[in-house]
């Protein structure tokens, strides 16, 4: 599921996975797999600059948000719409509670997803920049501090809510943790993993 992180000029937005059969993620209506996140990651936590940089994000967007979808309604198996009620008609909420996990190897339906992507969303290159002056991240055109960007990693290190199956993460979450650690980048500076 999703949660809400505070942007600094969007207000509250949603971010991260939102079903538990596949590794995609969402900022309001970029989509992203989890391991082009983490890859994406490892390449700026690398990026050793001073000066405020850029660095290109392939995403999948979809920018009207009828055409996103109803996540509540899709879980709930209430209402089908939008690009989240197609992954919900073939991927359904669990009916036991005990079975609601992310699966980690939800990327075994990535060229499922890719298709019904190619259906609802256009490729977009967005900008994410670091700068470390203002301590911001920005990722497109939602800007958070390091401290929020922090907290979305950490969220994908988790696996969000409800978190990673058996605890077992996928191997591009384990190597973006282990080359995160090892970065000496301001925007590794002060992350944690728990």
Known sequence: MPLAFESLNRGTVAFGFFNIDTDLLFLQQYFLFADDFCGNLIRMAEDNRQEPY??????????????????????HGIRHI????????RF???????????????????????????KWAV???????????HGTVSIGEYLFTKTVFHQLIQ???VGGYPRWKDEIRPDDVMKMKNRLEKADAWLTQGLVFS
């Not at 490729?123 to 002056?133: A, H, I, K, P, Y």
């Open 82 to 89: 939008g690009f989240i009620g197609e992954v919900y008609k």
């Open 54 to 75: 850029d660095t290109p994000w392939e995403v999948h967007s979809i920018e009207d948000p009828s055409r996103v979808g109803d996540l509540m309604a899709a879980i």
């Open 92 to 118: 359904p909420f669990p009916k036991r509670e005990a079975e609601f996990k992310q699966k980690p190897e939800g990327f075994q339906n990535r060229a499922w997803m890719i298709s019904l992507l190619q």
């Open 123 to 133: 490729m977009e290159t967005v900008s994410v920049r670091v700068d470390q002056e």
């Open 155 to 157: 969220y994908v290190w």
